[in-house]
């Protein structure tokens, strides 16, 4: 789910390149905010569980991973925020 979730931000990303209009500004802004979060937060809820099971912690590099991709996808949600404001300011 994290690779999902690193496409995500990646398709995101390359919608700067696309243009500048609005629909592909909240395109963008769904891939990065909604669509990588929830990814992310169901990989971590399984993971847990996974593990929980086995009685063994959560990897480091997991959780690490897991907040990078969250705050790569904060970063490019607000600049693609931004960019949908100042069309409309």
């Given at each position: 789910m994290l690779v999902?979730?690193?496409i995500a931000l990646v398709l995101s990303a390359a919608s700067f390149a696309l243009g500048a209009g609005v629909g592909v500004n909240a395109?963008?802004?769904?891939?990065a905010s909604a669509v990588a979060a929830t990814l992310v937060a169901l990989f971590r809820r399984f993971s847990v569980r996974r593990?929980?099971?086995a009685g063994v912690p959560t990897s480091t590099s997991d959780d690490l991973a897991a907040a990078v991709l969250l705050g790569f996808g904060f970063l490019v949600a607000a600049i693609h925020a931004y960019l949908i404001a100042r069309?409309?300011?």
């Open positions: 999902l979730a690193a395109a963008g802004y769904v891939l593990f929980a099971l069309h409309y300011g």
